[in-house]
């Protein structure tokens, strides 16, 4: 049972897909189905709301995302630097991060 609530809280964490899910000695499936079932039985809702309880008004969070810089805007005034861009496999890109309150205002 450990291994499939890391496997879950790996999944919701990472934001990966379940069938990439890579858990020794326990499927994707049966990770799937557990997390499924808690879901239909409200087990997920209860969980957020004992921990919303708890974090009052400190509840937050943080989100990152990587963006593509598209080619007109690949060489900006003051060079790529000051602008937090960098080459990836894929080319230009910059990472966004933004943190939140539980009112979902800006911190």
């Known amino acids: 049972m450990k291994l499939v609530i890391a496997g879950v809280l790996h999944v919701l964490k990472e934001g990966g897909s379940w ?7 326990v499927a994707w499936e049966t ?7 808690w879901a239909k039985a409200g087990l997920w809702d209860q969980a ?10 400190n509840l937050g969070m943080i989100d990152s995302t990587h963006i593509k810089v598209h080619r007109d805007g690949a060489n900006p005034a003051g060079g790529q630097e ?6 990836t496999k894929g080319g230009l ?8 309150d539980g ?5």
């Open 19 to 25: 069938r990439a899910l890579d858990v020794p000695g």
């Open 31 to 37: 990770v799937y189905g557990h997390f499924r079932r």
């Open 48 to 57: 957020m709301q004992q921990m919303k309880w708890h974090a009052g008004k």
């Open 82 to 87: 000051q602008q937090a861009m960098s080459r």
């Open 93 to 100: 890109n910059t990472k966004l991060h933004a943190a939140v």
């Open 103 to 107: 009112r979902c205002q800006p911190q």
